[in-house]
């Protein structure tokens, strides 16, 4: 964890020494659901289990910064044929890329403090071997120690090199996050 924090400090600058607070991700609380299209018409829904994250909320919570880990390995649409396809090169390659990684480098609060209400969310999304920019707008409910993050958002695959689309299959993905915080309160 510490790793991360360090990572994630030197990407964005903003760490707990310097006023932060650190908040855990409960990775069995968070859930990351998408859905698409097969053959044209037919809906397919699936999850990403989330391994690990972590975030830092600046002093006033006039800022944030983040990482969100999840296990391509494990994606879940129902049908085992489906999933097994998914974790080859045609699209995570989970082979070569076991995990898919999202960094918030800003989150900005939108008539509010980003520990709760909106917020816009800045960062970059890693799937397989490609990063591009992605930004998102999240709702934040604070309750204590406990944040939860929710945002939902198309997501357009080719974007990050998966191209495969025989058969009618979407490459627009609607995507849904709920991710659960908790504060770490040992400092």
Same mark, same amino acid.
């Given at each position: 964890m510490a !790793? !991360? !924090?360090? +990572?994630?400090?030197? *990407?964005?600058?903003?760490?707990?020494?310097?006023?932060?607070? =650190?908040?855990?991700?409960?990775?069995?609380?968070?859930?990351?659901?998408?859905?698409?299209?097969?053959?044209w018409l037919f809906? =397919?829904?699936?999850?990403?289990?989330?391994?690990?994250?972590?975030a830092?909320?600046?002093?006033?919570?006039?800022?944030? +910064?983040?990482?969100? =880990?999840?296990?391509?390995?494990?994606?879940?649409?129902?049908?085992?044929?489906?999933?097994?396809?998914? !974790?080859t090169a045609d699209f995570f390659d989970t082979e070569n890329h076991p995990t898919a990684v999202f960094?918030?480098? *800003?989150a900005a609060p939108m008539g509010g403090q980003v520990d709760q209400g909106t917020v816009e969310i800045q960062g970059k999304l890693t799937i397989a071997d490609k990063t591009r920019p992605l930004t998102i707008r999240a709702e934040v409910r604070r309750d204590g120690d406990v944040a939860i993050v929710t945002s939902t958002f198309t997501l357009d695959r080719r974007d990050w090199g998966l191209t495969w689309a025989k058969m009618g299959?979407?490459? =627009?993905?609607?995507?849904?996050? +709920?991710?659960?915080?908790?504060?770490?309160?040992?400092?």
């Open positions: !790793q !991360q !924090q360090n +990572e994630m400090a030197s *990407s964005t600058g903003m760490t707990a020494d310097s006023g932060g607070r =650190v908040w855990h991700l409960d990775a069995l609380a968070t859930s990351v659901t998408f859905d698409t299209k097969a053959m809906k =397919v829904h699936g999850t990403i289990p989330a391994l690990e994250g972590s830092v909320v600046g002093e006033g919570a006039q800022g944030a +910064e983040g990482r969100l =880990v999840l296990d391509a390995t494990r994606i879940d649409t129902g049908t085992a044929k489906r999933d097994a396809h998914l !974790q960094v918030a480098t *800003s299959a979407g490459v =627009v993905n609607n995507v849904r996050v +709920e991710a659960r915080f908790t504060r770490d309160t040992s400092r």
